[in-house]
């Protein structure tokens, strides 16, 4: 199995601070992925990346940025966080050509 | 447009008492539907993948079905830590191995 560490576990941040979450992964997974999961919606994708230096965008991306400068680490920042942005973030990973993703604890983060 | 609806949204169980939750998927041509758990305040812990129509997998008191339109996880005879949210999701043959939609979830509980 996976393991991938997020931090932090909890943030609360104000509206317009820059907030960034890390993640960690140390199975040299190629593909890594954030996703936001809110009550009534599913995991929605924000980014995703394939490999180092390789970021694109998910179905809700606005607002929110990545960067892969090493195989481990895809550490995502909220440029100007808003109150829409409070959610539960995770953080996963697959090996690349599977579908199976592992995933990380989460971090909460509220936007007050 | 890909989508993935499970029911019941909510299912209460008495401990031994055995049931099916499902997991009704559109997608332009299956690669995968995956099975995950997900404990309160931690990350989806992958289950199973399905492949194709007739397909089964199984996992303790847990097994995975799979037809055209539909999957199934059936739990036989569950325990209370059995309770949890089980999510179900999808990926199209087609696209990158970021396309999976994930369905709302389950949320189980079983009553001693």
């Known amino acids: 199995d996976a393991e991938i560490t997020q931090s932090p576990r909890h943030k609360i941040t104000e509206t317009g601070r820059q907030v960034t979450l890390a993640c960690h992964q140390i199975w040299n997974h190629n593909n890594m992925f954030w996703y936001r999961q809110d009550l009534g919606h599913g995991l929605r994708l924000i980014h995703y990346s394939y490999g180092v230096h390789d970021t694109n965008k998910g179905e809700v991306s606005d607002g929110y940025s990545v960067s892969r400068s090493n195989t481990e680490d895809l550490p995502l920042t909220l440029e100007s966080a808003a109150s829409s942005q409070t959610s539960v973030y995770f953080c996963a990973s697959s090996l690349a050509g599977t579908n199976e993703q592992f995933f990380g604890p989460g971090t909460r983060l509220t936007v007050l | 447009e890909d989508q993935v609806t499970q029911s019941p949204e909510a299912l209460r169980l008495q401990e031994g008492e055995s049931s099916s939750l499902n997991c009704s998927y559109t997608v332009s041509g299956l690669r995968g539907l995956f099975w995950y758990r997900q404990d309160p305040g931690k990350g989806p812990e992958f289950l199973f993948t399905?492949?194709?129509a007739g397909e089964e997998k199984e996992k303790e008191r847990l097994k995975a079905t799979l037809t055209k339109k539909e999957s199934f996880l059936h739990i036989t005879a569950p325990k209370p830590e059995d309770s949890a949210t089980y999510l179900c999701a999808a990926s199209p043959d087609s696209g990158g191995y970021q396309k999976v939609t994930f369905g709302t979830g389950t949320k189980l509980q079983v009553i001693p």
């Open positions: 399905l492949y194709s």
